[in-house]
Nanobody, 123 residues
Framework: VQLQASGGGLVQAGGSLRLSCTAS????????MGWFRQAPGQEREFVGS????????IYADNVRGRFTISRDNAKSTVYLQMNTLKPEDTAVYYC?????????????????WGQGTLVTVSS
């Protein structure tokens, strides 16, 4: 499975971006998917995840209420709507396909990773 993430870019603080991640085939439709991010010099961290049917979402504390994850299984695509962006949200954002239908924060529970898309938030 290959994942193609897009939608990153440069935005001012307080602005919004929507990231998309499309899988190469529909094996992802039975799996949870997640978003992670990695800032320069820091470890990759969990942003949020969504179950395979989309009924369950989990968010990191520092993005809850600002970010929203959704998915369209017919398009094999997961989205990350990011609102009220802050400079500390600057990072490379990665999407990932989990090993099961429900998944959370653990990187090890994800089996396929996209190449990442850079989000830069200016102050």
């Amino acid at each position: 499975v290959q994942l193609q993430a897009s939608g990153g870019g440069l935005v001012q603080a307080g602005g919004s971006l929507r990231l998309s991640c499309t899988a190469s085939k529909r094996t992802s439709s039975n799996n949870a998917m997640g978003w992670f991010r990695q800032a320069p010099g820091q470890e990759r961290e969990f942003v949020g995840s969504i179950s395979w049917r989309g009924e369950t979402t989990i968010y990191a504390d520092n993005v809850r209420g600002r970010f929203t994850i959704s998915r369209d299984n017919a398009k094999s695509t997961v989205y990350l709507q990011m609102n009220t962006l802050k400079p500390e949200d600057t990072a490379v954002y990665y999407c990932a396909v989990a090993r099961s239908s429900y998944s959370g924060r653990d990187l090890a529970s994800y089996q396929y990773w996209g190449q990442g898309t850079l989000v830069t938030v200016s102050s």
